[in-house]
Nanobody, 121 residues
Framework: VQLVESGGGLVQPGGSLTLSCTAS????????MGWHRHVPGKERELVAE???????GYGDFAEGRFTISRDNAKNTVSLEMKDLKPEDTAVYYC????????????????WGQGTQVTVSS
């Protein structure tokens, strides 16, 4: 299973950005899909995650500003970020977990390569 992320870039404070991640491979099902972020010198932290049933959870900083969604048929997860702040600057990583392949193999988790989000004027 591989993950391809897109949508990172430079945005001004108060702006918006949408990240997307597509999982490919011999996939039968994916339970959890989401995003984490990492700022150098700090621990990686959860941004948002959504289950195959549509139950979403957010980090405290993301509540009310970020919205996660997924398309189970396309194995994609998106993160819409609004009212971005300089402190949102980080590398954002897509993560999927509890993956079942069509050959009934189980993968605990897969991480993407990361996409840089920079919020600056």
């Amino acid at each position: 299973v591989q993950l391809v992320e897109s949508g990172g870039g430079l945005v001004q404070p108060g702006g918006s950005l949408t990240l997307s991640c597509t999982a490919s491979g011999n996939i039968y099902s994916i339970y959890g899909m989401g995003w984490h972020r990492h700022v150098p010198g700090k621990e990686r932290e959860l941004v948002a995650e959504i289950t195959s049933g549509g139950v979403a959870g957010y980090g405290d900083f993301a509540e009310g500003r970020f919205t996660i969604s997924r398309d189970n048929a396309k194995n994609t997860v998106s993160l819409e970020m609004k009212d971005l702040k300089p402190e949102d600057t980080a590398v954002y990583y897509c993560r999927v977990h509890s993956v079942v392949t069509k050959t009934m193999e189980h993968q605990y988790e897969v991480w993407g390569q990361g996409t840089q989000v920079t919020v600056s004027s």
